[in-house]
T-cell receptor
Framework: DAKTTQPPSMDCAEGRAANLPCNHS???????VYWYRQIHSQGPQYIIH???NNETNEMASLIITEDRKSSTLILPHATLRDTAVYYC?????????????FGGGTRVLVKP | NAGVTQTPKFQVLKTGQSMTLQCAQD?????MSWYRQDPGMGLRLIHY???????DQGEVPNGYNVSRSTTEDFPLRLLSAAPSQTSVYFC???????????FGEGSRLTVL
């Protein structure tokens, strides 16, 4: 699976959009981009994933650049409960099992 | 529908003791896996299973055994606990190989 690079931390104002970048310059054609988050010490929670098209669900939007070398997770209206570590993960659709390779993630602090 | 259930939530062991962390899911998921998370780090894959009777090693398998006799259960055995195995352990499951991973709440293990 391709490696990802994320900023270690970022702050965001409550009610504003939070834009979380992820670099995956070595991504290959059959690899998806997944986003998970981990609130405090809880188990990670799935947010969204995509291959090449932009995706949106009730939690967030995922914007993938045309060359697929980077992506941005957008939390449209951040709340205090969105404070968490956010993980960007690249994973092949052909990988065996449900393995995910977690990096360091981005620690997001939403401030009032 | 309880999702992924892990027991125990907390455990303290002495070096050399053995124990089993239990994981059960009621979503009829074929894919299950075990991760460990050390302080300030991302999750690392220990073992995974693509179905009953089939298991394979992940990134950090040494010192751990798994078995998958039923679709629902995927226990993780520590054969002879060492202080280096002090960690938080997460079990996860998914319906498909590329689908959303559902995580349990974690089991905190301390080895003295």
């Amino acid at each position: 699976d391709a490696k990802t690079t994320q900023p270690p931390s970022m702050d965001c104002a409550e009610g504003r959009a939070a834009n979380l970048p992820c670099n995956h310059s070595t991504i290959s054609g059959n690899e998806y981009v997944y986003w998970y988050r981990q609130i405090h010490s809880q188990g990670p929670q799935y947010i969204i994933h995509g291959l090449k098209n932009n995706e949106t669900n009730e939690m967030a939007s995922l914007i993938i650049t045309e060359d697929r070398k980077s992506s941005t997770l957008i939390l449209p209206h951040a709340t205090l409960r969105d404070t968490a570590v956010y993980y960007c993960i690249v994973r092949s659709s052909k990988a065996a099992g449900n393995k995910l390779t977690f990096g360091g993630g981005t620690r997001v602090l939403v401030k009032p | 529908n309880a999702g992924v259930t892990q027991t125990p939530k907390f455990q303290v062991l002495k070096t050399g003791q053995s124990m089993t962390l239990q994981c059960a899911q009621d979503m009829n998921h074929e894919y299950m896996s075990w991760y460990r998370q050390d302080p300030g780090m991302g999750l690392r894959l220990i073992h995974y299973s693509v179905g009953a009777g089939i298991t394979d090693q992940g990134e950090v398998p040494n010192g751990y055994n798994v078995s998958r006799s039923t679709t629902e259960d995927f226990p993780l055995r520590l054969l002879s606990a060492a202080p280096s195995q002090t960690s938080v352990y997460f079990c996860a499951s998914s319906y498909s190989v590329s689908g959303e991973l559902f995580f349990g709440e974690g089991s905190r293990l301390t080895v003295l």
